[in-house]
């Protein structure tokens, strides 16, 4: 496929701090990779370059290659926000705008960008929170205030406001973490149905999670603390789940460790 | 450190040094872990009294800072409010009223000070708030650290040294008239400080996943700060012009110095002398022995303080109005 987006040979920096080591992989189009590995071994960090949101903390820096279908994601001539919106992200700890209302927090992304049709708004909207399983909750209240809903729900909006600029990629940091059982169901359902058009790298510590949603799995670990965090090894998750390589992933998702 | 835990773990059958570490961890364990009932009265006497003295303590301190308050307003309310019942007050000036004259209006110097105080905010507060903006939102580095001096040192800049300060560019310098226009520009000078502190702090307080998920959504900077980040800190922001409004409306020593008191309506920023209430309590003060200049004072005080009251009234229900929704 065409659409690749491709990590090769990438450090990441924070300030003088290395943080993350020589990563290299591959993520296909229409399919979920997953991020696991103990605290602090930089899954997050990693996750972060793939928007370029990494930079937006001082001191931030990225060395090696990033690409989307062959483009290089930190070429001079390229636009962080441009990339942003075609890479979009949903974090660990719900964001609603708090200042606005559902609808406008679902469409803050398009009318923030300059679109103004209200018809398309709505469209946009209502697609959205189609796609995201949050339109029959909300559909009577769309004028209410986001942060009035529950965190699952709250974080079904996030999910929709990413999916309404209509990115390529999106990466996921922890989004269960907060919920409880029956929305993360409600997300994980979510996921295998967003595969369909999206790209989706997800970063989660339940392992079971990665088993159930994802193709791909990542697994990163760092040998102490001060040192940068490393991919150990990637491949499809059954494989990684049943027969990995090294024995610190054995391991990992044996749960005899971390 | 999860790694070492788990070596750890699986020593622990193996050898007779970790099976010790073992038994010792278990035996820590048991000390920790005892079966004596949890403790869930109230603390003991000498925790009760602490806890009543501490209380006492409060409510007195609290007590003594409400006793001059109280006072002070309630003496001007008890000795001002009658000349606010009349309406000559709210729709004469002084003209034509001499010191010994009972009552006569206060609008002059009422439209003074409004006028004064809407055009120094109208300076202050862009000024104010594109600096605090600079200072949080991209303000890293040498210049930022200089501004953030300045605001530091403008702030505790007492409001004569303000007033002379223009006084030495405006008349001095460059030889102008001491006029309505100037009072502003040292009024500027005091309340910038203000508008840039409170600003910068409500600022900080709008988390950064707020930005991050805007960023996210390829939403550039600068939109992010109109859109997102200004709307969520606006109510704090609203409150930080009304304090420093307040503090400027009651400033003297720059109206002492640069906008000598007339007792006629005269509005004109640019040419002249203009009243304000606090040189019309000055002008009465030159007359104190007269009980009409007195009363005079008392009734112009509480203008004043009535109408800070609803500035910040109104700021309120601005910042209500369209503030966190929840
Ligand atoms: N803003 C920051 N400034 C400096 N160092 C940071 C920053 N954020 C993370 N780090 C460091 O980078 C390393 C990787 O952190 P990262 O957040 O990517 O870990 P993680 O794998 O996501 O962990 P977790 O599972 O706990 O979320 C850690 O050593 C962390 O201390
Ligand atoms: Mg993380």
Redesign the pocket.
């Known amino acids: 496929m065409a659409n690749r987006l491709k990590v090769e040979d990438v450090n990441i920096y924070?300030?003088a701090?290395k943080?993350?080591e020589g990563v290299t992989l591959t993520f296909e189009p229409r399919s979920v990779t997953a991020f696991i590995?103990?605290?602090?071994?930089?899954?997050?960090?990693?996750l972060r370059t793939l928007n370029r949101m990494h930079e937006v903390?001082p001191g931030g820096r990225v060395e090696g290659s990033i690409t989307l279908a062959g483009q290089d994601l930190y070429a001079a001539e390229v636009d962080p926000v441009a990339v942003r919106r075609t890479v979009g992200m949903v974090f660990q700890r719900p964001n609603p705008f708090p200042t606005m209302t559902i609808f406008d927090n679902v469409v803050a992304g398009l009318r923030l960008n300059g679109l103004r049709n209200k018809s398309e708004l709505a469209d946009a909207a209502e697609r959205s929170l189609r796609g995201a399983n949050l339109w029959n909750e909300v559909k009577d209240r769309l004028n209410k205030p986001g942060a009035g809903l529950s965190g699952g729900q709250q974080q079904r909006l996030c999910i929709a406001r990413a999916i309404a600029v209509e990115p390529h990629v999106l990466l996921m940091d922890?989004p269960c973490s907060a919920l409880d059982p029956i929305s993360t169901q409600a997300i994980e359902d979510l996921i295998e149905e967003l595969k369909t058009d999206y790209m989706i790298v997800i970063?989660t510590?339940n392992l079971q999670q990665a088993a159930r949603v994802s193709d791909q799995t990542a697994f990163?670990n760092l040998a102490a603390t001060g040192q940068p965090?490393k991919l150990v090894e990637v491949g499809p998750t059954p494989r990684i789940f049943e027969h990995p390589v090294h024995e610190s992933t054995e391991a990992y998702v044996s749960g005899r460790f971390g | 450190m999860s790694a070492t835990s788990a070596a750890e773990t699986t020593e622990a059958t193996g050898t007779p040094l970790a099976r010790l570490v073992a038994a010792r961890r278990a035996a820590y364990r048991a000390d920790v872990v005892t079966d004596d009932p949890p403790q869930l009265t109230r603390g003991s006497a000498s925790r009760r009294l602490t806890d009543q003295v501490a209380r006492v303590v409060m409510w007195a301190s609290f007590g003594l800072a409400m006793v001059p308050l109280v006072w002070i307003l309630g003496t001007v309310v008890a000795r001002g409010y009658e000349l606010l019942l009349a309406s000559s007050w709210w729709t004469l000036s002084q003209r034509n009223i001499n010191a010994a004259d009972v009552g006569g209006g206060a609008v002059h110097a009422i439209q003074g000070t409004l006028i004064q105080a809407a055009v120094t905010a109208a300076i202050s507060v862009p000024l104010g708030i594109f600096t605090a903006i600079h200072l949080v939102e991209y303000g890293r580095g040498r210049l930022a650290r200089a501004v953030s001096f300045m605001v530091d040192i403008l702030s505790g800049v007492p409001s004569i040294v303000a007033a002379l300060f223009i006084y030495a560019v405006w008349v001095t310098t460059f030889g102008f008239q001491r006029i309505g226009f100037a009072v502003c520009l040292s009024l500027v000078l005091l309340m910038i400080p203000v508008v840039v502190r409170s600003t910068e702090e409500m600022l900080k307080l709008v988390p950064n996943g707020l930005r991050e998920g805007s960023y996210a959504l390829g939403v550039p900077k600068w939109i992010t700060i109109t859109r997102i980040v200004l709307p969520t800190a606006f109510s704090g922001i609203v409150t930080g012009v009304m304090l420093g409004l307040a503090r400027v409306m009651g400033e003297t020593a720059p109206l002492l110095i640069l906008g000598p008191y007339t007792k006629s309506i005269a509005t004109n920023l640019f040419d002249g002398y203009m009243p304000t209430l606090p040189t019309m309590i000055n002008q009465d003060r030159t007359e104190i022995g007269l009980d009409s200049a007195m009363e005079r004072m008392w009734a112009t005080a509480l203008t004043l303080i009535l109408i800070v009251l609803a500035l910040n009234l109104i700021g309120r229900w601005a910042a209500r109005r369209s503030s966190v929704r929840r």
């Open positions: 924070y300030g701090f943080a993350v590995g103990p605290s602090g071994c930089g899954k997050s960090t990693v903390i922890e970063v510590h990163f965090g």
